[in-house]
Nanobody, 117 residues
């Protein structure tokens, strides 16, 4: 199975931006859709956005208008550009080679995003 490693999280002020990276190992990256998910305080894990093998994108309501998902198969990396961050975006962000939570078999370590002044 494709292995993915998240990075790029950190502390940012409300209204700020972060770009998360999801680096894949193995030659199957280009054949997999890549999803971003998050677990925020007091809530279960939720989907954020997904990019298909044809670069088609899908966003959950929490991400529409603020986040942009993309991928670069040449460097086996998917990205999540997050703008206009809010305190309620604070949480651990994960990527996986699936677009829905129920389809994910294994979760990585994730990357912590903290939005605070």
């Amino acid at each position: 199975q494709l292995q993915l490693v998240e990075s790029g999280g950190g502390l940012v002020q409300p209204g700020g931006s972060l770009r998360l990276s999801c680096v894949g190992s193995g030659h199957t990256f280009q054949y997999e859709a890549i999803g971003w998910f998050r677990q925020v305080s007091g809530k279960g894990r939720e989907a954020v956005a997904c990019v298909g093998t044809d670069d088609a994108t899908y966003y959950e309501d929490i991400a529409k208008g603020r986040f942009t998902i993309s991928r670069d198969n040449a460097v086996t990396t998917a990205y999540l550009q997050m703008n206009r961050l809010k305190p309620e975006d604070t949480g651990v962000y994960y990527c996986a080679p699936r677009c829905t939570i129920v389809a994910v078999r294994n979760w990585g370590q994730g990357t912590q995003v903290t939005v605070s002044s």
